[in-house]
């Protein structure tokens, strides 16, 4: 299956748009296709309103955002791609005839998968050209912060479309969760559907409003789901003995039972109800306020999670330990090469203060960003540190010389001053690409401690060693002449 540099999107709704702004920030061109040429406008509106939040998601250095295409020709965009997302109505036939068609059109090492919430991969596969590449990948709304997808495969989806698919939606930032079996409605809408279905007969019949259900979740159950399912919840909820226990106490209940199978019918009664219930809920907020309130708490839910490394904050760990190696991937080529350009960026949207520039925090960010770089290309990775060994930091001196405006392509040079047994002196340099003018330098001192004792240590000598060597392939160039300035007013 082919690399994926760009993802070709089927249908540019709610979802398409969700996939598209994901894509897109993780570094992957996107060719949007949809039949409305109207669409064009409102992905690129859905794709800025994404990522006001998903900037916010992680501050590891990202590649060079993806650029956005759009056309109403189908088969065009279809053989362009490396891989295509399908996101039209949930309808099979009108699934089945367009899968079918623009099978026709992608190289057959294309995998195709369709956003079906329920539909079955072997239906939605029958008319394709090379079927094998075919799967479905179900995610959630919104698809940019939600990192859930389930994979299905069909009678003819191969192992080969599964692992690629899964190494694609990895890259950017998912959790591929690999359904055994193909069952209308996959794993989680069925779970989801469950609830929903009690929901609609709790309203119906008078027992509670809209509001007071989702206060049953939110204020209790809810907060438990974000990292630990019902079934590791309910083991805990056995005691000591755990799960054998907690079906031995409560397993006789579900004989009585509380649940109902059948979904109510959808009168225009209970249709009123919920959307009377709703409408309160909202308080006079648009749909778009209070989707901004649900992106901002779904990323500040996904860093918490991630001290924990449990659920969706261990998916947050992994894409930024892969984020940080990569970075120092490109930075162990340059160390090699006898280069000092130790890292790309750009000033993200965020970064900028009151005044239209990069804020002052962020240059020690990105000062940092090159310096870890540095670091694991000498060897002080994840692992030297989980050994209870690391570089702290112990002075900083910043300068700064020129503008850095939003989205303003930057590059930072990184030297080593100086280096013994226990400190490094670091000197980096941050650079406009478009004019090599120097914006900022941030010069610092490290540390080398035993983390677990708390105290200075010697480093490892093959540290020292390469430290060593890049300052040796960096002696013949001028001290900068910001290394070892203080600050003070100069008086004549
Ligand atoms: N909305 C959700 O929460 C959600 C979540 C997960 C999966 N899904 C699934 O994603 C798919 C899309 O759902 P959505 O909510 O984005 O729908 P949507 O109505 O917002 O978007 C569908 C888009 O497809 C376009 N379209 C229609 N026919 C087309 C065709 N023949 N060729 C190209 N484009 C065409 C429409 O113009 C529209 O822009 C469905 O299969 C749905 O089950 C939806």
Redesign the pocket.
């Known amino acids: 299956m082919r690399e994926v540099k760009t993802l070709g999107l089927?249908?540019?709704?709610?979802?398409?748009g969700g996939w598209a702004a994901r894509a897109l920030h993780f570094g992957i061109d996107v060719v949007a296709?949809?039949?409305?040429p109207e669409?064009e406008r409102w992905i690129r509106g859905a794709v800025e309103n994404a990522e006001r939040a998903l900037s916010r998601l992680t501050f590891a250095p990202l590649p060079p955002k993806g650029t956005l295409s759009f056309t109403t020709d189908?088969n065009a965009m279809a053989g362009q791609v490396d891989f295509i997302q399908e996101?039209?109505?949930?309808q099979l036939e009108?699934?089945q005839r367009?899968l079918a068609e623009v099978s026709h059109h992608a190289r057959p090492d294309v995998v195709i998968a369709?956003?079906?919430?329920?539909l079955m991969p072997t239906d939605l596969q029958r008319d394709m050209e090379a079927p094998d590449r075919f799967l479905v990948a179900?995610?959630?709304?919104p698809v940019y912060l939600l990192p859930l997808v389930e994979l299905v495969g069909g009678q003819q989806t191969s192992a080969a479309a599964l692992d690629a698919a899964s190494r694609f939606y990895t890259r950017i930032g998912m959790h591929p969760l690999r359904v055994r079996r193909e069952i209308p409605g996959h794993l989680t809408d069925r779970l989801q559907e469950a609830l929903w279905r009690e929901i609609l007969h709790l309203v119906n019949d008078g027992v509670a409003t809209t509001g007071e259900l989702d206060e049953s979740i939110v204020y209790g159950p809810g907060l438990r789901w974000a990292a630990m399912g019902t079934n590791l919840i309910y083991h805990l909820a056995g005691g000591e003995t755990g799960m054998r226990h907690m079906l031995r106490q409560f397993g006789p209940c579900l004989k009585w039972p509380w649940t109902k199978l059948e979904a109510p019918e959808l009168t225009e009664e209970l249709i009123d109800r919920m959307v009377e219930g709703t409408q309160a809920q909202s308080a006079g907020r648009s749909i778009r306020e209070i989707e901004r309130l649900r992106d901002d708490y779904l990323v500040a839910i996904q860093q918490v999670l991630k001290q924990f490394n449990i659920g969706a904050g261990a998916t947050l760990r992994a894409l930024e330990a892969r984020l940080y190696e990569e970075n120092a991937k490109a930075a162990r080529e340059q160390v090699s090469a006898g280069g000092l350009w130790l890292m790309e960026t750009h000033v993200r949207p965020e970064w900028v203060d009151y005044n239209g520039h990069m804020t002052d925090s962020r240059y020690l960010q990105v000062f940092g960003d090159a310096t870890d770089a540095l670091w694991r290309s000498v060897g002080v990775d994840d692992a030297y540190r989980a050994s209870g060994r690391a570089l702290y930091t112990v002075e900083t001196h910043v300068t700064h010389s020129a503008e850095a405006k939003p989205l303003e392509p930057l590059y930072v040079l990184t030297r080593v001053l100086d280096v013994d047994d226990k400190r490094v002196h670091v000197f980096n340099a941050l650079n406009r690409t478009r004019d090599d003018a120097l914006v900022a330098t941030g010069e610092q001192m490290y540390l080398h401690v035993d983390t677990r004792a708390g105290k200075a240590t010697s480093m490892d000598p093959a540290v020292r060693e390469k430290l060593a060597g890049i300052r040796a392939s960096q002696s013949g160039l001028a001290p900068p002449k910001q290394a070892g300035r203080h600050i003070a007013m100069s008086r004549s």
């Not at 089927?10 to 398409?16: A, S, W």
């Not at 296709?33 to 409305?36: H, R, V």
């Open positions: 089927l249908g540019t709704g709610v979802i398409g296709a949809d039949l409305k669409m189908l996101n039209i109505p949930e009108l699934k367009v369709s956003s079906t919430s329920g179900h995610p959630f709304n």
